[in-house]
């Protein structure tokens, strides 16, 4: 059976820009944490795995002593860990309310491409690192309830290492194949927008295609199978193909023809181009 498996942020939904970075701030100011996050600050803390890792890069010493951290104290790790947990469930609080505010725009052509896929019995999931409360309240905002129900859901601190290492793709390859050892890499297709989601599902042997989003477009996507502007949406929006080394030739949007034809290529037979030289006009 193939299997589609989504990440979530900048995939499902513009969720960065319009949710995670907000909540973040929001945090901060509740917390009387002196950070505050301009989009271009954001766009580098991306680089980071994991929301509560995110938090942990700016607790530097002389930010621990001011919050009334003591980084020589026996009890520093666990008491800076403590207080990372409280912020980070303030902040998935506020981010599902901006969700289920409707304050987190859809990309296009996910809805419209899961229901060709699900209607053609493909297998469903996304693998994220955000938690797992806040990847439910997107994908049923992107997709509906109804369609989100066919989802299996990774998320969160399942793993220890977060993208860009492999280990939320392996773990969802075990979690997905356990009636026969493990899901087979050839059956499954990856829709990413970052270069770290790229990595991650590469390292698990993945074929990957690549949806950009704002914070990512300059990323660099050497392996992909496909890089496209969005997936698209008929007489709506059409998809800007930036590389394709297996010449698929998506045309005006994605669907489930083009993730069809990604399986059937090998990966390893086409060279990792640098997604630069592979753009159309």
């Known amino acids: 059976m193939p299997t589609l498996i ?3 942020d900048g995939v499902l939904a513009d969720t960065e ?3 995670h970075l907000p909540a973040f701030n929001q945090t901060f100011a509740e917390f009387f944490v002196p950070v505050r996050w301009s989009d271009a600050d954001y766009a580098q803390k991306l680089l980071i795995g994991g929301g509560k890792e995110r938090m942990l890069s700016i607790l530097t010493p002389e930010l621990c002593h001011r919050l009334g951290l003591d980084p020589m104290s026996p009890h520093f790790t666990a008491a800076r860990a403590a207080m990372i947990a409280r912020w980070h469930q303030r902040k998935t609080q506020i981010y599902t309310e901006r969700v289920i505010a409707g304050d987190l725009p859809a ?3 996910v809805f419209r491409l899961a229901s060709e896929a699900a ?10 690192t955000s938690a797992a409360a806040s990847v439910r309240a997107v994908l049923e905002h992107t997709v509906g309830p109804d369609l989100a129900a066919r989802f299996t859901i990774f998320a969160g601190d399942i793993v220890a290492a977060k993208k860009p290492a492999p280990d939320i793709y392996r773990y969802a390859l075990d979690a997905l194949g356990t009636d026969n050892g493990g899901l087979n890499p050839d059956s499954v297709v990856v829709v990413e927008d970052s270069a770290n989601g790229l990595r991650a599902a590469l390292g698990a042997g993945l ?7 704002g914070y990512t477009v300059d990323d660099n996507f050497a392996g992909a199978a ?4 969005s997936l698209g949406e008929p007489d709506v929006l059409e998809t800007i193909t930036l590389a394709d080394p297996f010449r698929l030739r998506p045309g005006a949007i994605v669907d489930l023809g083009v993730l069809e034809s990604i399986l059937t290529r090998t990966p390893s ?13």
């Open 226 to 229: 496909l890089v496209v502007s």
């Open 6 to 8: 989504f990440d979530c």
């Open 119 to 128: 209607a053609a019995g493909w297998r469903l999931a996304v693998a994220s």
């Open 269 to 281: 037979a086409d060279p990792l181009l640098d997604h630069a030289s592979e753009v159309e006009i």
């Open 17 to 19: 820009r319009y949710g």
């Open 207 to 213: 074929r990957t295609l690549v949806t950009v989003s």
């Open 107 to 109: 990309r296009p052509g």
